[in-house]
C-alpha cells in the first residue's frame, strides 16, 4: 500500500492507500484506491506489441533477445511468449505486453534496436495492439 495521485474527470485524487491484484491468465489488472470518501476499481487492459519474424540463426537471435530483457523493462515491457513455428523453428511470434503502446513504440524506434535488427539479419513485420475484448468460447 503506497500514498498515490490519480486524475479523474478532471480532478486530481489524493489516494492515501490502493492494492493492485493482477490476473495475469486474463492478462488484466484491478486497481483499487482507497481515499477517503471513497473507493474507485479500475481495470486497466495492457496494451501488446506483437512481433512475426524470421531469422538465419534462432541461437543467436535468442542470446540477442536475451541481452536486450533489461532494455525492454527500461521501455516498459511487461514480459510476454517467445513463440516458434512448429514446421519452420527460424519463424517466430513474439507477443509481449507493455505499459502503454507509446513506449512499445519508442522502443522499436530505438537506433540500437534497429542496429541489432540489421546485424541479425532479422526480418519483422510489427504490430502494436490494443484489447477489444475477451472472446468466449
Known sequence: MVNMKYKRDGRIYKVK??????????????IYAHSPNNVQ????IMPRLLVRLKTGDYAKFKEDFDQASSVRKKFGSKGGFLLRD????????IL??????????????????????????VKANFYFLDEVEKVQV
Open 17 to 30: 492507500t490502493f492494492r493492485i491484484l493482477h490476473f495475469p491468465v486474463l492478462n488484466v489488472k484491478y
Open 41 to 44: 476499481r479500475r481495470c486497466v
Open 86 to 93: 512448429a514446421d519452420n523453428p527460424n519463424e517466430l511470434t
Open 96 to 121: 509481449m505486453e507493455w505499459d502503454s503502446l507509446e513506449n512499445a513504440r519508442k522502443y522499436t524506434q530505438l537506433p540500437e534496436f534497429k542496429k541489432a535488427m540489421q546485424t541479425a539479419d
